[in-house]
């Protein structure tokens, strides 16, 4: 079955540590992966895509993910949090079944950011 | 350039009403899919649009259905509405379905 864990459901970090959400997918294809950020009461804002290419990914706000594909792992990195990153982090596989081509959402990882 | 759209921003209903969202994809796009997140959730696929046919389906009751127009925009409608149907409802716009979907801002529903 197509599927995205997110292990960690929360992470605490402090302000200028480094940062890694892990996501691990099963799905049977070469993936389309996607990692999101959400802030409260908001929508989906799109960090970065892997589609196809180099494995690691450059996004906005300074992040980058690593596609691995022997550990079926796309960890979405920052060198240095800032304290307005915290927010509901969500990764994503895009995932075709039946003709119908859709996203599978983890869980999510919820980062707060210590000052 | 428009991206996507969504109507109203925030929507209160008593269980058992039906509601009504709206979706205007972005230019360009033919391809609209609903999800719906719920509290502490990630989005969960309801179903998808193409070319003014359901294509395709997520583990969501016949109580939702949706619409697309010629002009691709697009309703989800909930009957019989339910507590549990309190949620983010989100849609995403694309062409044919493939590669990145663009989000909306998100329609919040709150069923009393």
């Known amino acids: 079955a197509q599927s995205v864990t997110q292990p960690d459901i929360h992470i605490t970090v402090s302000e200028g540590a480094s940062l890694e959400l892990r996501c691990n997918y099963s799905?049977?294809?070469?993936?389309?992966l996607f990692w999101y950020v959400q802030s409260p009461g908001q929508g989906l804002q799109l960090l970065l895509k892997y589609f196809s290419g180099d494995t690691l990914v450059q996004g906005i706000k300074g992040f980058e993910a690593e596609f691995k594909r022997s550990q079926s792992s796309f960890n979405l990195r920052k060198p240095s949090v800032h304290w307005s990153d915290a927010a509901e982090y969500f990764c994503a596989v895009g995932a075709e079944n039946s003709g119908t081509y859709k996203y599978i959402f983890g869980t999510g990882t919820r980062l707060k950011v210590l000052a | 350039e428009t991206g996507v759209t969504q109507s109203p921003t925030h929507l209160i209903k008593t269980r058992g009403q039906q509601v009504t969202l709206r979706c205007s994809s972005q230019s360009g796009h033919n391809t609209v899919s609903w999800y719906q997140q719920a509290l502490g959730q990630g989005p969960q696929f309801i179903f998808q649009y193409y070319r003014e046919e359901e294509n395709g389906r997520g583990n969501f009751p016949p109580r939702f259905s949706g619409l697309q127009f010629p002009n691709y925009s697009s309703e989800l409608n909930v009957n019989a509405l339910e507590l549990d149907d309190s949620a983010l409802y989100l849609c995403a716009s694309s062409w044919t379905g493939e590669g990145e979907q663009y989000f909306g801002p998100g329609t919040r529903l709150t069923v009393t």
């Open positions: 799905y049977g294809a070469t993936p389309y």
